[in-house]
């Protein structure tokens, strides 16, 4: 089968996207997984589709495989490309659209300034809708809100990591290191993502605070390991800042792939993202069947 598809990166965070408006595709999880391939596929970190409004007052429905080929709720530096691509390839006319996620609606918009913001909603913190298991956990509190201590493996000296945990739309578990570049990402990542008490897994975070309104952040994403930026990922953790009486309610979060701007003015109200969604390539590929698979 051979498709259409868009190149597109925000910060880095690199997507295949494609166009569902006329008729769905069909694609397995493992073709999701042959796209995303960087030696086989295109390569990407999640495979973004856009498809037809779903109900009344709604724009369009995006649907997000990550390059493990699973289906995921929410990403949010895809977001500022389906914005971007839905505008270039003259889907909608409007500034700002609604969008059904599988974590809900959410809002991109485009500035004056070319960059998109995207109304995330607000922050999900009840353990049980993360979901996060607190079972026998005693919650360590620190300025307005608590920190959860997991070990990370059950043998005698295994590491015991202090983290925040709350949803956006997807799980994280953010922990503050002095310094990202050293932190033990590749190490420590997979350990939290895969860690028993986050029945759907997680995105784990590594935040470095420069200074009120500044931080430094790596992300290892669920399904996708660590990625040059994640919108979700960044807006995790700067609510956990302000919660933990660390960060102002506007703050610049520096990742391996560009600065986004994130603000979040407290409890009950929605998380504003912006940053950059740039178009790469677009082209054609064969698609193979499950057996013709490398």
Request: proline share 5%; aromatic share 6%.
């Amino acid at each position: 089968m051979r498709i259409r598809f868009t190149k597109m990166q925000g910060a880095g965070n690199d997507f295949v996207v494609l166009d569902e408006t006329r008729g769905t595709l069909g694609l397995t999880a493992a073709q999701y997984r042959f796209l995303a391939d960087r030696h086989f596929g295109v390569g990407a970190d999640q495979i973004l589709t856009v498809r037809p409004s779903p109900a009344a007052g709604i724009d369009f429905q995006y649907v997000i495989h990550n390059a493990d080929g699973g289906e995921v709720e929410q990403c949010g530096n895809g977001a500022r490309c389906f914005m971007r691509f839905v505008s270039e390839h003259g889907l909608t006319d409007k500034k700002d659209v609604r969008v059904q996620t599988l974590a809900g609606v959410i809002e991109p918009r485009t500035g004056d300034d070319g960059r998109v913001t995207v109304d995330m909603g607000a922050p999900v913190f009840e353990p049980a809708r993360v979901p996060f298991d607190t079972a026998g956990l005693d919650p360590q509190h620190e300025g307005a809100w608590q920190k959860w201590h997991l070990a990370l493996g059950t043998r005698a000296g295994s590491a015991i990591v202090s983290v925040a945990v709350l949803s956006m739309g997807n799980p994280h578990a953010v922990q503050v290191v002095d310094n990202v570049d050293t932190a033990p990402v590749a190490e420590q990542g997979p350990q939290i993502e895969h860690h028993p008490r986050f029945p759907q897994r997680v995105n784990a975070g590594f935040m470095q605070v420069v200074d009120r309104s500044n931080i430094k952040l790596r992300v290892f994403e669920r399904g996708a390991g660590e990625t040059l930026a994640c919108g979700t990922g960044a807006c995790a953790a700067v609510v956990a800042g302000i919660r933990l009486g660390l960060l102002d309610s506007r703050v610049d979060v520096q990742t391996h792939g560009g600065i986004l701007t994130i603000e979040w003015q407290g409890d009950g109200r929605p998380v504003l993202m912006t940053g950059p969604a740039t178009t790469v390539f677009e082209g054609e590929i064969d698609v193979p069947d499950i057996s013709e698979q490398p």
